[in-house]
């Protein structure tokens, strides 16, 4: 069992649509919370960092982290064509030496 | 802020020969960068991290002669991937942290590397 997981997708939804992109993962011990928007052949960009359980907005997205069921979430509200890329989530604690641990990523096709 | 530099973007070379990847952090210091490699349609490998003055450490199978990895300051570090072969046509994309072992990283826009 990976420590993190993630569903690898597509997942395809029309424009307007609220987005859902779920991790699980194991290690009880994670406490930073990271989500990554990765454009074809670029590089990830930061788009949401959370440290233990709760809830963040920014703008159109808005990240929950859920310790006890060791799941957290990405929304995306009004989704736009322009948020088609692949979605990563990434956890770190002391435990990992705040190395990143990565789910595969998924990939997210917003429909005009 | 926290922007992470990354050149070349792309690259092709011969067989054998050396290619440098460069990545600088522009506007904080780096103290530790992470150099990954992704293949298609798959998540991020880490494969070394480098700290500024010492010597990098490199993940479980990662030959370290063969990427050498330098961090010569608190803004850059390199990648060389020595004696190329066609096996080692990636994606090859750095990171940076900014502040503490916590903090996020920030990326560079990767470097696809073709040997042929």
């Known amino acids: 069992q990976k420590e993190v997981e993630q569903d690898p997708g597509p997942l395809s939804v029309p424009e307007g649509a609220i987005v859902s992109l779920n991790c699980t993962y194991s290690?009880?011990?994670?406490?930073?919370f990271m989500w990554y928007r990765q454009y074809s052949r670029k590089g990830p960009e930061l788009l949401m960092y959370t440290y233990s359980s709760g809830n963040k907005e920014d703008g159109r997205f808005t990240a929950q982290v859920d310790k006890s069921s060791k799941y957290i979430s990405l929304f995306i509200r009004d989704s736009q064509p322009s948020d088609s890329a692949t979605y990563l989530c990434a956890m770190s604690g002391v435990d990992s030496n705040y190395q990143l641990i990565w789910g595969a990523g998924t990939k997210l096709i917003i429909k005009p | 802020g926290a922007v992470v530099s990354q050149h070349p973007s792309r690259v092709i070379c011969k067989s054998g020969t050396s290619v440098k990847i460069e990545c600088r952090s522009l506007d904080f210091q780096a103290t530790t960068m992470f150099w990954y490699r992704q293949f298609p349609k798959q998540s991020l490998m880490l494969m070394a991290t480098s700290n500024e003055g010492s010597k990098a450490t490199y993940e479980q199978g990662v030959e370290k002669d063969k990427f050498l990895i330098n961090h010569a300051s608190l803004t850059l570090s390199t990648l060389t991937v020595t004696s190329a072969h066609p096996e080692d046509s990636s994606f090859y994309i750095c990171?940076?942290?900014?502040?503490?072992?916590?903090?996020?990283?920030?990326f560079g826009n990767g470097t696809r590397l073709t040997v042929t």
């Open positions: 990171s940076a942290r900014g502040g503490m072992s916590e903090s996020p990283l920030h």
């Open positions: 290690n009880s011990a994670f406490q930073y």
